[in-house]
């Protein structure tokens, strides 16, 4: 099942995973539009896997990291980009994936910054510590790091611009490959010592190698600015704290406003990261016994299950947007109905979405003991409300919806008494 498409006109690639992982089948299909994504989901429901695989197009490496207790001699994975379809297929006695367009694959420029397991940060470790332990990095070949990654990097994880002053780098690209290192190298200088980044903790590394690609291929536009850049990044909370996590995304989302070619997909299950992205750009990774689908338009409340601001309120609201939500508050607060009460209203978006996390936190006791819940639902779902959500305490508006209502009122029917 693939995700609806939210315009006619966005592209879109289309991923089909066939027993990969804890991947039995899945077929959907990633935005390549400007923007912030996140493909969010509990641990274990393949959305690592998603992003290695998509990783694919932007080095065709990728796939050969897995392990071979990760595939079986059927597995397959297939893009489809515009009318071209590209299958790779693996080869059981080597684990080498090969592309049914070879030499012609579908490509695109990007990076992928992945987990512990499977990121690229670690590639050229050893090669560096031998370099640096024989004394074979020259002083000429060293320079200052460039001001903007100097910035940025001290600002995402210490809040002021100056923090990694010391931070060095390989001086261009002739001596990286001198040095047989496919990355250029980074090193901050400690009490003289040179210290490389894959020594440094593991969200410095992964800032440093993300900061110097974004430098380089969007703001100093080394690549073409016509061409699309893809980035992907999985699960950054395992690196970042969350403060750092929320202005990382701050500057994603700058740098998106600006560039019209970036595209960045993140994996996360992390509030910080999921309350930054806006809900049209959430995607939620639902693996049911193997069988992979992604629903799009989720609310961050939905997605986290974290349905509070603060704790100890006595009602809960779950409604299905914003407005919903403002006319909730605006009647409560008219007729004086929070008085010696504590009540909480929370968007969530659609109504199964609604009565789906309804029954979720009944079921595992969320709120705890003496906690009420209830759903306010539009009037024109009344018959289409399943038999498995009886139990659950819920309200139905007397009208069809807010938003018919409302046209009604204005544009139909204009009533200058309402």
């Known amino acids: 099942m693939a995700v609806e498409r939210k315009h006619k006109n966005m592209d879109t690639l289309k991923i089909t995973v066939k027993k990969l992982k804890n991947i039995e089948s899945g077929e959907i299909e990633i935005p390549l539009e400007k923007g912030v994504y ?8 393949g959305k690592s896997t998603v992003l290695l695989a998509a990783a694919q197009l932007i080095s065709k490496h990728y796939l050969g990291t897995l392990k071979k207790e990760d595939y079986q001699e059927d597995s397959e994975v297939r893009f489809q980009l515009n009318d071209k379809i590209d299958t790779w297929t693996v080869n059981p006695l080597d684990g080498w994936w090969k592309s ?4 012609n694959t579908i490509r695109l420029n990007g990076l992928y910054e992945g987990s512990l397991f499977y990121g690229t940060r670690f590639n050229d470790s050893r090669r560096i510590d031998q370099l640096l332990q024989q004394g074979k990095l020259r002083a000429s ?19 002021d611009y100056n923090h990694y002053l010391s931070l060095k780098r390989v001086r261009n690209k002739f001596i990286t490959e001198k040095l047989a290192v496919s990355n250029t190298p980074y090193f901050i200088e400690v009490r003289g010592n040179l210290i490389s980044q894959y020594r440094m903790s593991s969200g410095e590394c992964l800032l440093v190698s993300l900061l110097h690609f974004l430098y380089n291929s969007i703001v100093r536009k080394s690549l073409p600015t016509k061409q699309k850049i893809l980035v992907l990044i999985d699960e950054i909370e395992l690196a970042l704290h969350p403060i750092a996590v929320s202005r990382l995304i701050e500057l994603l989302d700058e740098l998106i406003s600006n560039h019209s070619n970036l595209t960045v997909i993140l994996t996360s299950h992390s509030p910080e990261v999921i309350r930054k992205i806006k809900p049209s750009n959430l995607y939620k990774v639902n693996n049911r016994l193997g069988h992979v689908t992604l629903e799009s338009n989720c609310y961050p409340s939905y997605l986290i299950r974290d349905v509070y601001d603060h704790d100890g309120f006595d009602f809960l609201f779950l409604v299905e947007d914003l407005l919903t939500k403002g006319i909730v508050d605006k009647i409560m607060f008219k ?16 109504w199964k979405n609604v009565l789906e996390l309804h029954k979720e936190l009944l079921r595992w006791n969320v709120l705890g003991l003496g906690k009420q819940i209830s759903s306010i639902l539009d009037g024109d779902i009344t018959n289409l409300v399943g038999d498995e959500f009886a139990d659950l305490r819920k309200i139905f508006l007397p009208i069809p919806s807010i938003e018919k209502y409302i046209y009604k009122v204005v544009i139909q029917e204009p009533n200058s008494e309402i």
């Open 100 to 103: 049914s367009l070879f030499p």
């Open 335 to 350: 007729h004086n109905l929070k008085s010696s009460k504590l009540v909480h209203t929370v968007p969530v978006g659609g």
């Open 38 to 45: 996140s493909l969010v989901g509990s641990n274990g429901c």
């Open 141 to 159: 070949d060293i320079v200052t790091a460039d001001e903007y990654v100097i910035k940025k990097l001290s600002y995402i994880l210490h809040g």
